[in-house]
């Protein structure tokens, strides 16, 4: 995976002699669509006909990939609710144990909230902060498929000891400013956390999925408060730009939200007991449910808009394991491929043809292709397929 400074364009110009009347022929410069790729999957993934101006697109990805990326609200209302989410771990895997997935945690909180920048117990002294990936019981922060206990690694991780453990008066509670939008941004740049680089593998989809009782940057605790106001990594629109310059051109994302959906008043009461206050959560059904301009900016496709007041989270996390599932059957393309110039095959037999569609839809920056049926799991895909060079 690339990091996040793209590679410069530098061109030498040559002294160039006169000689009689003969023309000198110039090459074009690979796009930098181009050259990304090639840092992506390999000096011959992209090649430059010169004479054409066509850039050739040959690479190869395993199918059935996720990486699943948990954000979980770890301020002193959530408890309860991430018991719901730890508890309903076998309905999830069950939706997606044919996939070759792997899971990472990160909270909402972030250092430079105001009065939160003080490393201290409640924040792990900076562990559980700025899109840092959780450590796991057994030491690790990535729970892979065929881990042994998986599901009480999961438990153990979802279900924050600093949130069960808030003393509001000695003042050792986690952040109450969530900013689980700013978090990802953090968990995914290259440059803010090089360390979590890995996890991001080429030709997989990236599923997250958000636990949260309030809205960006919401302020629970004082009904008259507003809230603090956003900043430019607050905002959904600038996950979802930084998704190709962070992750690659061709990574697809999914966001799915387990929160108080916007307009359920009941929900919203019920998640609001006292002078502690819920707020819809706006901002993350945004990403969940993206609109067509939000698809415009970057690859990211519909997700799962699930509902914190559920008596427990069983149906919520069927459904965003069987959105992910389907998700994976979409591959995102670089660029807008010649008509015709598409080539797909897979190195394994299998017992029914897979057969593909091109997604065309007015407002994908780019193409996607669908496979009917799913191509199973750990399968090799052969993708070719040509763009002009200033994509």
């Given at each position: 995976m690339r990091l996040?400074?793209?590679?410069?364009?530098?061109?030498?110009?040559?002294?160039?002699?006169?000689?009689?009347?003969?023309?000198?022929?110039?090459?074009?410069?690979?796009?930098?669509?181009?050259?990304?790729?090639?840092?992506?999957?390999?000096?011959?993934?992209?090649?430059?006909?010169?004479?054409?101006?066509?850039?050739?697109?040959?690479?190869?990805?395993?199918?059935?990939?996720?990486?699943?990326?948990?954000?979980?609200?770890?301020?002193?209302?959530?408890?309860?609710?991430?018991?719901?989410?730890?508890?309903?771990?076998?309905?999830f895997i069950e939706r997606i144990n044919d996939l070759d997935w792997q899971i990472a945690f990160i909270t909402t909180d972030i250092s430079k909230s105001p009065g939160n920048s003080v490393p201290r117990a409640a924040n792990g002294f900076g562990a559980f902060q700025d899109g840092r990936f959780l450590k796991l019981p057994n030491g690790n922060t990535v729970l892979k498929k065929g881990t042994p206990n998986a599901q009480q690694l999961f438990e153990s991780t979802v279900r924050r000891n600093e949130t069960l453990e808030c003393d509001v008066y000695a003042g050792e509670c986690p952040s109450g400013d969530e900013r689980g939008i700013y978090a990802l941004n953090y968990a995914i740049d290259p440059q803010a956390r090089p360390e979590n680089r890995g996890?991001?593998?080429?030709?997989?989809?990236?599923?997250?999925?958000?636990?949260?009782?309030?809205?960006?940057?919401?302020?629970?605790?004082?009904?008259?408060?507003?809230?603090?106001?956003?900043?430019?990594?607050?905002?959904?629109?600038?996950?979802?730009?930084?998704?190709?310059?962070?992750?690659?051109?061709?990574?697809?994302?999914?966001?799915?939200?387990?929160i108080v959906r916007p307009g359920d008043s009941q929900c919203l009461a019920e998640q609001s007991p006292g002078r502690i206050r819920a707020t819809y959560g706006t901002h993350y059904a945004a990403l969940a449910?993206?609109?067509?301009?939000?698809?415009?900016?970057?690859?990211?496709?519909?997700?799962?808009?699930?509902?914190?007041?559920?008596?427990?989270?069983?149906?919520?996390?069927?459904?965003?394991?069987?959105?992910?599932?389907?998700?994976?059957?979409?591959?995102?393309?670089?660029?807008?491929?010649?008509?015709?110039?598409?080539?797909?095959?897979?190195?394994?037999?299998?017992?029914?043809p897979i057969q593909y569609s091109v997604q065309y839809t007015y407002h994908a920056p780019t193409q996607r292709v669908v496979f009917q049926p799913a191509a199973p799991s750990g399968s090799t895909v052969h993708l070719e397929y040509q763009c002009r060079n200033s994509q």
């Open positions: 996040i400074i793209k590679r410069t364009l530098q061109v030498v110009l040559p002294i160039l002699l006169y000689v009689g009347c003969s023309d000198v022929a110039f090459s074009p410069i690979p796009s930098q669509t181009c050259l990304d790729f090639i840092d992506d999957y390999g000096p011959d993934a992209c090649l430059l006909d010169p004479e054409s101006g066509v850039n050739t697109y040959r690479y190869s990805v395993e199918s059935g990939k996720v990486d699943i990326l948990f954000v979980v609200d770890n301020s002193r209302s959530m408890y309860e609710n991430q018991q719901k989410m730890a508890e309903r771990f076998p309905q996890f991001f593998r080429s030709g997989a989809h990236l599923a997250v999925i958000i636990l949260s009782d309030e809205d960006v940057r919401s302020n629970p605790t004082v009904w008259t408060y507003p809230g603090y106001a956003l900043e430019p990594l607050d905002k959904p629109e600038s996950f979802v730009k930084n998704i190709a310059p962070f992750l690659g051109d061709t990574k697809v994302v999914s966001v799915h939200a387990i449910q993206p609109s067509a301009a939000l698809k415009s900016m970057g690859n990211i496709v519909d997700g799962v808009l699930g509902n914190i007041c559920s008596t427990n989270y069983t149906q919520e996390m069927g459904s965003i394991g069987s959105k992910i599932t389907s998700n994976v059957n979409v591959l995102q393309l670089a660029c807008q491929p010649i008509e015709g110039s598409i080539r797909i095959r897979f190195t394994d037999r299998f017992g029914q």
